[in-house]
């Protein structure tokens, strides 16, 4: 019913960039999507979010070093993530809310490793 395919995650030196990607199906329309994290022993997180319109929202942690984009005729969300730092490493998960459904919708996780 609701499929959200995460990809783009791995291994990259402190200062470096990423780019993550969310493909999102659903049989209804897509709302707000956005993207997740979660370190070992830690609670998940908001990193980014980013509505219908462009609204973006991020966590303090992130500003200024991160940028949520979607496409929405191709239901994706994008998160390019630059000066990376070691306390950035976490599974990251794309979020989403669907029209006309109640609940969250999560992807499967993409491991980020931020290390020398």
């Known amino acids: 019913q609701v499929q959200l395919v995460e990809s783009g995650g791995g291994l990259v030196q402190p200062g470096g960039s990423l780019r993550l990607s969310c493909a999102a199906s659903?049989?209804?329309?897509?709302?707000?999507m956005g993207w997740y994290r979660q370190a070992p022993g830690k609670q998940r997180e908001l990193a980014a979010t980013?509505?219908?319109?462009?609204?973006?929202n991020y966590a303090d942690s992130v500003k200024g070093r991160f940028t949520i984009s979607r496409d929405n005729a191709k239901s994706t969300v994008y998160l390019q993530m630059n000066s990376l730092k070691p306390e950035d490493t976490a599974v990251y998960y794309c979020?989403?809310?669907?029209?006309?459904?109640?609940?969250?919708?999560w992807g499967q996780g993409t491991q980020v490793t931020v290390s020398s």
């Open positions: 979020h989403a809310t669907i029209r006309y459904l109640s609940g969250n919708y």
């Open positions: 659903a049989i209804f329309s897509i709302n707000a």
């Open positions: 980013i509505t219908t319109d462009g609204s973006t």
